[in-house]
C-alpha cells in the first residue's frame, strides 16, 4: 500500500473512445504528477500540478487532458488516442514540487489502444 | 541520447549470486534516488543519495553516489527471488527529477 491509488489497473480502448484515469492519494502531499512508461524507455513526465495548480506540461499532445479537482485527486482525460500511446501511466506524489523530494507512485494504469 | 544511463539493460542470475548495475551520465546531479519496481506494481523509492562518495547501506543493498555526483551503483549480495524487479535511478538537475531506462534484474532460485 503506498498511498496513490490508481483506476483502472487496465484499460483497453479504441481510437476514438473517450476514457479517464484516476488516480487518488491519501498522503496529504501538495504535488502530484502523471508519466507514462514505455518499455526500455525512461519515465516520460507529462504534467506536474502543485496546490491544484498545473506547473508543467512537457509537450503533451492535447488529446491527453489533466485535471486535478484538488490535492488529493488527478485524473488524466484521453481522447482520440493513437497506437503509440499505449503504456503504462503512473501517478505519483511527493509532499511538494521540490525536485528533490522522493515520490510516491501509483501502480499504474496499463493502457491498450486498439 | 538519454541523461542518465543504465546498464546492463537486462540481468539474469541465480540466488546467491552478487551483481552490480550501474547509473552514467555526463551531467552532474544534486542527488540521485534508486527505485525498484516490481512486475504490476509502482516505482518504490529504495534510497537517495547526495553527497559526492556517500555510500548507503540498505541490509543486502550497497549504494554509491560518484565523486563528481555524475554516475552511481547499486551492488546486491546474495540476490534473492524477492529483489526481482526494475531497478531506476533518478538524477535530480535543477528542478528536473530525470530518470534512467532501468535495469531489469531476475533472479532465478
Known amino acids: 500500500e503506498t498511498g496513490v491509488t490508481q483506476t483502472p489497473r487496465h484499460l483497453v480502448m479504441g481510437m476514438t473512445n473517450k476514457k479517464s484515469l484516476k488516480c487518488e492519494q491519501h498522503l496529504g502531499h501538495n504535488a502530484m504528477y502523471w508519466y507514462k512508461q514505455s518499455a526500455k524507455k525512461p519515465l516520460e513526465l507529462m504534467f506536474v500540478?502543485?496546490?491544484?495548480?498545473?506547473?508543467e506540461n512537457n509537450s503533451v499532445p492535447s488529446r491527453f487532458s489533466p485535471e486535478c479537482p484538488n490535492s488529493s485527486h488527478l485524473f488524466l482525460h484521453l481522447h482520440t488516442l493513437q497506437p503509440e500511446d499505449s503504456a503504462l501511466y503512473l501517478c505519483a506524489s511527493s509532499r511538494d514540487r521540490g525536485s528533490d523530494q522522493p515520490q510516491h507512485f501509483g501502480d499504474g494504469t496499463r493502457l491498450s489502444i486498439l | 541520447t538519454q541523461l542518465l544511463e543504465q546498464s546492463p539493460q537486462f540481468l539474469s542470475i541465480q540466488e546467491g549470486e552478487n551483481l552490480t548495475v550501474y547509473c552514467n551520465s555526463s551531467?552532474?546531479?544534486?542527488?540521485l534516488q534508486w527505485y525498484r519496481q516490481e512486475p504490476g506494481e509502482g516505482p518504490v523509492l529504495l534510497v537517495t543519495?547526495?553527497?559526492?562518495?556517500e555510500v548507503k547501506k540498505l541490509k543486502r543493498l550497497t549504494f554509491q553516489f560518484g565523486d563528481a555526483r555524475k554516475d552511481s551503483s547499486l551492488h546486491i549480495t546474495a540476490a534473492q527471488p524477492g529483489d526481482t524487479g526494475l531497478y531506476l535511478c533518478a538524477g535530480v538537475k535543477g528542478n528536473k527529477l530525470v530518470f534512467g531506462a532501468g535495469t531489469i534484474l531476475r533472479v532465478k532460485s
Open positions: 551531467s552532474v546531479f544534486s542527488s
Open positions: 543519495v547526495v553527497t559526492g562518495g
Open positions: 500540478y502543485n496546490f491544484k495548480e498545473q506547473t
